[in-house]
């Protein structure tokens, strides 16, 4: 399968911005999906995960409460709608992708990787 990320931009602290990241392929709604961030000289880690149906989603602790993952299966695309944005939430965000039932946090676990798009959050 292949992603395509795209969303991103530049928004001052407290804004809002939705990344989206479309799909190809006739089997979307068989894939779990996840966003991940790489800051600048940091480790590439985990934002948001979401279950093939979208019943089910996990967040990581310093994004809960102000992201939200869902996707849209007739529309082969998983959203990232990030709100109350901080300076440490920019990095390049990765959409990723594999056909393994249960959510997962690790990036290893998946097989498909989106080519990024670039969020910036000034103060």
């Known amino acids: 399968v292949q992603l395509q990320a795209s969303g991103g931009g530049l928004v001052q602290a407290g804004g809002s911005l939705r990344l989206s990241c479309a799909a190809s392929g006739r089997t979307f709604s068989s894939m779990r999906m996840a966003w991940f961030r790489q800051a600048p000289g940091k480790e590439r880690e985990f934002v948001a995960s979401?279950?093939?149906?979208?019943?089910?989603?996990y967040y990581a602790d310093s994004v809960k409460g102000r992201f939200t993952i869902s996707r849209d299966n007739a529309k082969n695309t998983v959203y990232l709608q990030m709100n109350s944005l901080k300076p440490e939430d920019t990095a390049v965000y990765y959409c990723?992708?594999?056909?393994?039932?249960?959510?997962?946090?690790?990036?290893?676990?998946?097989?498909?990787w989106g080519q990024g798009t670039l969020v910036t959050v000034s103060s």
């Open positions: 979401i279950s093939r149906t979208g019943g089910s989603t």
């Open positions: 990723a992708a594999d056909y393994n039932r249960f959510l997962s946090t690790t990036a290893a676990d998946f097989d498909s």
